[in-house]
T-cell receptor, first 111, second 114 residues
Framework: SQELEQSPQSLIVQEGKNLTINCTSS?????LYWYKQKYGEGLIFLMM?????EEKSHEKITAKLDEKKQQSSLHITASQPSHAGIYLC???????????FGSGTRLLVRP | KAGVTQTPRYLIKTRGQQVTLSCSPI?????VSWYQQTPGQGLQFLFE???????NKGNFPGRFSGRQFSNSRSEMNVSTLELGDSALYLC?????????????FGAGTRLSVL
């Protein structure tokens, strides 16, 4: 979706390195969701952010929603091969029941 | 709790045929959404149902339709299949009645149209 831009499109990192994925919206975000997808499979829910300035962490993954609620970042600390996959940000931009998604970031972690 | 179950996992159809995909939500979830994922267009919202009522619909032609049953299970139907309908179709369920609920996705049905 052009309403939701993700960067970078792909990322190759060495195991142990940190990385950040960004998601920028052209509209105010009522809710921002991060998912992980293995190729050709369903999406695995990671985190949901709703309030400006909110930050959530799970294991080595941290997600933040900026104060103006139009950008989010996903940060992985000390990456591992198990982190490899496609990371997708999804957003509720009109307080409805549908999500729009970014084009995804393909992450490869080299051992 | 069992997750979202989609059947079948794979389907091969020819142009002009129709197809029905099924989705069983997580127990207790009453909202079911459908998405289409293709390499070119990414993930796109098809429609969402709650208590057998369609509440929201994406920008897809009328060949794409859906319904939800009283037990919250949902089906989507695509009639007069076109080559461009080849995609991964994902179903998601949510517990909240209003916006803001977390959507949990199934493994998807991969449809190939020949």
């Amino acid at each position: 979706s052009q309403e939701l831009e993700q960067s970078p499109q792909s990322l190759i990192v060495q195991e142990g390195k940190n990385l950040t994925i960004n998601c920028t919206s052209s509209k105010t975000l009522y809710g921002l969701y991060w998912y992980k997808q293995k190729y050709g499979e369903g999406l695995i829910f990671l985190m949901m952010l709703q309030k400006g300035g909110e930050e959530k962490s799970h294991e080595k993954i941290t997600a933040k929603l900026d104060e103006k609620k139009q950008q989010s970042s996903l940060h992985i600390t000390a990456s591992q091969p198990s982190h490899a996959g496609i990371y997708l940000c999804g957003a509720d931009v009109d307080s409805s029941y549908k999500l729009i998604f970014g084009s995804g970031t393909r992450l490869l972690v080299r051992p | 709790k069992a997750g979202v179950t989609q059947t079948p996992r794979y389907l091969i159809k020819t142009r002009g045929q129709q197809v029905t995909l099924s989705c069983s939500p997580i127990s207790g979830h009453r909202s079911v959404s459908w998405y289409q994922q293709t390499p070119g267009q990414g993930l796109q919202f098809l429609f969402e149902y709650f208590s057998e009522t369609q509440r929201n619909k994406g920008n897809f032609p009328g060949r794409f339709s859906g319904r939800q049953f009283s037990n919250s299970r949902s089906e989507m139907n695509v009639s007069t299949l076109e080559l461009g309908d080849s995609a991964l179709y994902l179903c998601a369920s949510s517990t909240l009645q209003g916006p803001g609920g977390i959507q949990y996705f199934g493994a998807g049905t991969r449809l190939s149209v020949l």
